[in-house]
């Protein structure tokens, strides 16, 4: 299974559900949070957070 990696301190995200697209996932070291977009292949994007 394909791994999605934080764009931000490069550590591995990982799921604990199966992913969808859709999907928001939080960087358990930072915070970040990055969308799924595609599955196949894997394929996601940071969330910017307005303020
Ligand atoms: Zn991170």
Redesign the pocket.
Known sequence: MEKVI??????E?ISSNPMVVGDILE??????EVEIISLTPLKYQVLIEEK
């Open positions: 934080c764009p931000d301190c490069q550590v995200i960087c358990s070291e930072c915070g970040t």
